[in-house]
């Protein structure tokens, strides 16, 4: 039985607001799924010109070039340099950001869960300081029991011992967590942790093919209670 309730932030509560900003994301699930090193989401957000979530004034205001040259300078940086290139071969760099906002439905959907008596916890490669603005902004932070941030745990994503640490302070059995998020960084976090039930949503970065280790695939979190018998 479903007790305690664990999501992932950005593009599973968060929208996505532009191409740049999903492809930072983007890059960090890459590299933290598929290398040991753990690069803080901050740096590379710093290295697009992100501030708060969003592009600093225009995407412009810092070129394909510069943020590349950023890039390369991080841990395992050529690396990471060479798949954002890549990635961003087709696109133009004259977009102006949209604000990152809350997605369709999710607001509904956590005042009810927590309404049920479900135990909500958030957990992010984010720090706090960008986490803050985000629940306070949208009052939501006494939905959730625990919020975990890159700064306030020794582990990330995707390590099981960050799950652990969560189930271990709500003294919560795996078989009675449920894990949700959009990328396939979130569904392995779900797979090494053990947790009973592992939810993919369509919200964010990640498509089926990313999220086919799911136990099921929504739209969004606001198919949760619907589609799960919540």
Same mark, same amino acid.
């Given at each position: ?16 607001? $532009?191409?740049?900003?999903?492809? !930072? ?16 989401? $901050? ?6 010109? %992100? ?9 412009? !205001?810092? $070129? ?10 991080? @841990? ?22 949209? /604000?990152?906002? %809350? ?17 909500? !916890? ?29 700064? $306030?745990?020794?582990?990330?994503? @995707? ?43 369509? /919200?964010?970065?990640?498509? !089926? ?22």
């Amino acid at each position: 039985m479903v007790k305690l309730i664990v999501f992932d932030k950005d593009g599973t509560l968060m929208e996505l607001g $532009s191409h740049m900003v999903k492809l !930072a994301d983007d890059l960090i699930n890459e590299f933290s799924v598929r290398t040991n090193i753990n690069v803080p989401k $901050s740096e590379i957000k710093d290295a697009f010109g %992100i501030v708060d979530d969003k592009i600093d004034k225009v995407i412009g !205001a810092k $070129s394909t070039r510069t943020v590349v040259e950023s890039i390369e300078k991080l @841990p395992n940086g050529d690396a990471m340099a060479s798949w954002l290139l890549q990635k961003i071969e087709h696109l133009t760099s004259d977009n102006e950001a949209a /604000s990152i906002t %809350i997605i369709e439905g999710v607001l509904e959907t956590l005042k009810q869960l927590h309404d049920k008596g479900y135990k909500l !916890a958030i957990v992010s490669a984010d720090d706090t300081a960008s986490m803050d603005l985000f629940v306070d902004k949208y009052n939501i932070r006494t939905y959730f029991d625990l919020i975990v941030t890159s700064d $306030s745990s020794k582990y990330h994503k @995707p390590q099981k011992e960050l799950l652990q640490e969560i189930m271990t302070h709500f003294k919560v059995d795996a078989a009675d967590t449920m894990m949700v998020g959009d990328t396939e960084m979130d569904v392995q976090l779900g797979r090494n942790g053990e947790a009973g039930k592992v939810v993919g949503v369509l /919200s964010g970065s990640g498509d !089926a093919q990313d999220l086919r280790n799911a136990d099921i695939v929504l739209n969004s979190v606001d198919e949760m209670i619907g589609k799960l018998g919540l």
